[in-house]
């Protein structure tokens, strides 16, 4: 990855529907370099697809929830099982298989809050290896789009603790 790749994702990922002479033109590259850079980026699994935003609310699934899920025992067997299991559920958006109290997050979108338990209730916690389900309805989603590229040799920006509202007492 150089700066010239770095511009590429940075461009696809502010519009993945450009053309590649657009493309090419805002990088300040010729089309044909632009072209194989591309086809080298996929090549190699950074462009892993193009795809369309939707409004969930658009197609009547504004209510939006992450269910949490424990399961017992936690045995590959188990975790697989149900990772597939839910995973291939219309309402589901993501599964997060997680470390810590939980094994699962699970990121659902569904029509209204009586769906909502039904799935808990029929998809969820009839699965056999469950031993807790939390949910916990999402008020506001705000997701990030693109992710930044650090060119290669630049180090990540130092972290820096937020000052406090009120000066200690």
């Known amino acids: ?66 269910i949490n899920v424990r399961l017992h025992p936690k045995v590959r067997e188990a975790v697989e099982a149900f990772r597939d299991h839910v995973t291939a559920l219309p309402e589901t958006l993501a599964v997060f298989v997680v470390s810590g109290g939980d094994d699962f997050i699970v990121q659902v979108a569904v029509r209204d809050t009586g ?18 389900v939390r949910t916990s309805l999402v008020y506001d989603h705000i997701r990030k789009t693109s992710v930044e590229v650090l060119p290669p040799g630049r180090p990540s920006p130092p972290r820096t603790r937020p000052r406090p509202a009120f000066p200690p007492a």
Do not use: K, W, Y
């Open 115 to 132: 769906h909502l338990r039904d799935f808990v209730l029929d998809h969820v916690s009839r699965h056999r290896n469950i031993a807790d």
């Open 1 to 66: 990855m150089d700066e010239c790749d770095t511009a590429i994702l940075a461009e696809l990922q502010r519009d993945g529907r450009q053309t590649n002479r657009e493309l090419a033109e805002r990088i300040g590259i010729a089309p044909s370099t632009c072209l194989e850079r591309v086809r080298s980026l996929r090549a190699r699994g950074v462009i892993q697809g193009f795809h369309a935003e939707v409004d969930l609310a658009a197609i009547g699934r504004p209510v939006q929830a992450l």
